[in-house]
């Protein structure tokens, strides 16, 4: 999908705005897993997560190639819609993001607090996601699509920066919403000629990456139940199905019973906080432990944002409901 000149100039426009972010070992995780675990520390950007990287290369993008344009509207449970409330208003820009009912509280005053107009909109992220689409035809601002070879880009260069910095690695689990992270993370590693087997994961209740690739063609899911708001996807987005489904070596589900296992584990042998999706690969690998036994795996800590009153839930032990 992108050259190694592609990915590295996308580097430096990134890094005008932030530094990369760590890959680190922990030896208390490599000891409940059984392998050499090197983490990559997306939770440590500015906005708590890897989504940043796109909306600051997207708007780059767009302020030099739509120069007209005045505003953006985009669809989000809360990342993605940090990120380019962020980059829009930096450069001047109208930001105007939709989230369904229910979303993140926590997150829906981080995207205000960078400067966006919050509207509220249908149940979900696909309901969202189309209701973006006609405002942004009404009102002419510039619709951001969930998947974009500029938000791509953009992603890409954590994955660069974790392929660089650890030894080789065996596998790595990343999670897949709408698919800009793993797609971002086959990206480099093509690039660079690497052999590293990349995993996705999906949560149960929201598992139509999965689905899709099982079936060979896009399979759309009537709801997508969990509280880890980062993968709650029902309608996967063709351009990146096709880049996972040939560059991924597997899809793997974990329930959200799974995911809070697996956001405790990082909270007691890491002390770092995450969200569902960002604890979502860890599930994963604990799942296949036994297969990668002694082997190097990455895994991708995606995000930290989630909200105080669902960690406290998770914290004594309980699964949060979705409402």
């Keep these: 999908m992108f050259t190694r000149e592609e990915l590295e100039a996308a580097c430096q426009i990134v890094y005008r705005d932030m530094v990369a972010t760590p890959q680190l070992e922990w030896p208390l995780l490599e000891q409940e897993t059984g392998c050499r675990v090197w983490v990559k520390h997306e939770n440590h950007t500015p906005i708590g997560a890897f989504k940043i990287r796109g909306g600051i290369t997207f708007v780059n993008w767009l302020t030099k190639h739509k120069p007209c344009a005045k505003g953006m509207i985009t669809a989000t449970r809360g990342n993605h819609g940090q990120s380019i409330a962020r980059?829009?208003?930096?450069?001047?820009?109208?930001?105007?993001?939709?989230?369904?009912?229910?979303?993140?509280?926590?997150?829906?005053?981080?995207?205000?607090?960078?400067?966006?107009?919050?509207?509220?909109?249908?149940?979900?992220?696909?309901?969202?996601?189309?209701?973006?689409?006609?405002?942004?035809?009404?009102?002419?601002?510039?619709?951001?699509?969930?998947?974009?070879?500029?938000?791509?880009?953009?992603?890409?260069?954590?994955?660069?920066?974790?392929?660089?910095?650890?030894?080789?690695?065996?596998?790595?689990?990343?999670?897949?919403?709408?698919?800009?992270?793993?797609?971002?993370?086959?990206?480099?590693?093509?690039?660079?000629?690497?052999?590293?087997?990349?995993?996705?994961?999906?949560?149960?209740?929201?598992?139509?990456?999965?689905?899709?690739?099982?079936?060979?063609?896009?399979?759309?899911?009537?709801?997508?139940?969990?509280?880890?708001?980062?993968?709650?996807v029902r309608v996967p987005v063709q351009e990146a199905f096709e880049i996972y489904s040939s560059g991924a070596d597997r899809i793997v589900a974990v329930d959200d019973t799974e995911i809070v296992d697996a956001m405790l584990c990082y909270l007691r042998t890491t002390h770092n906080l995450t969200e569902g999706a960002g604890a979502a690969p860890l599930a994963a690998l604990i799942k296949e432990k036994q297969e990668l036994r002694g082997k190097s795996v990455g895994l991708v800590m995606s995000g930290g944002n989630i909200d105080l009153a669902w960690f406290r839930q998770i914290v004594g032990g309980q699964v949060p409901r979705v409402t």
Excluded at 147 to 154: A, I, S
Aim: proline share 3%; hydrophobic share 45%; glycine share 10%.
């Design 87 to 232: 980059a829009a208003t930096r450069s001047g820009l109208i930001a105007k993001i939709v989230v369904p009912h229910g979303n993140s509280v926590e997150k829906n005053r981080a995207m205000q607090a960078f400067g966006a107009e919050l509207l509220e909109f249908g149940s979900d992220f696909d309901t969202a996601r189309l209701e973006a689409g006609r405002i942004a035809a009404d009102e002419g601002l510039y619709f951001v699509p969930p998947f974009h070879r500029e938000l791509v880009r953009g992603v890409a260069t954590y994955a660069l920066e974790l392929f660089q910095a650890a030894p080789v690695l065996d596998t790595v689990y990343v999670p897949i919403g709408c698919g800009s992270g793993i797609c971002g993370l086959i990206s480099a590693r093509d690039c660079l000629g690497l052999k590293t087997r990349i995993v996705g994961v999906v949560a149960r209740n929201a598992a139509t990456a999965k689905l899709s690739v099982d079936a060979g063609r896009l399979v759309e899911t009537n709801s997508a139940d969990t509280f880890a708001d980062g993968m709650a």
